[in-house]
């Protein structure tokens, strides 16, 4: 029944930045804990950034200092903040949400981010 749709992926010049949106269902966004994750082609998924619900962040060592992630609970929406991005950001950005008192995980559909040199 959780929905989530993520938008604002596209192509960029490395240096560049982009902003992505996850927009759910319901109030998903405030009470639970939301993340990003990106897979590259052919490569495994890997985890990007998380927020919990008390606004705790963490992020993967490869993109700490350049992406941020936040959320805004009365648009129910997360985004990610990517600046000063490289080539190697080159991936499809997924939105996470793991409710609480829950084992189970939400998906997105993905967003593209190509960045070119």
């Known amino acids: 029944q959780v929905q989530l749709v993520e938008s604002g992926g596209g192509l960029v010049q490395a240096g560049e930045s982009l902003r992505l949106s996850c927009a759910a269902s319901?109030?998903?966004?405030?009470?639970?804990?939301m993340a990003w994750y990106r897979q590259a082609s052919g490569k495994q998924r890997e985890w990007v950034a998380r927020i919990t619900r008390g606004g705790t962040t963490n992020y993967a060592d490869s993109v700490k200092g350049r992406f941020t992630i936040s959320r805004d609970n009365t648009k129910n929406t997360v985004y990610l903040q990517m600046n000063s991005l490289k080539p190697e950001d080159t991936a499809v950005y997924y939105c996470?949400?793991?409710?609480?008192?829950?084992?189970?995980?939400?998906w997105g559909q993905g967003t593209q981010v190509t960045v070119s040199s």
């Open positions: 319901g109030n998903i966004v405030s009470t639970s804990a």
């Open positions: 996470n949400a793991r409710p609480p008192y829950t084992t189970s995980d939400f």
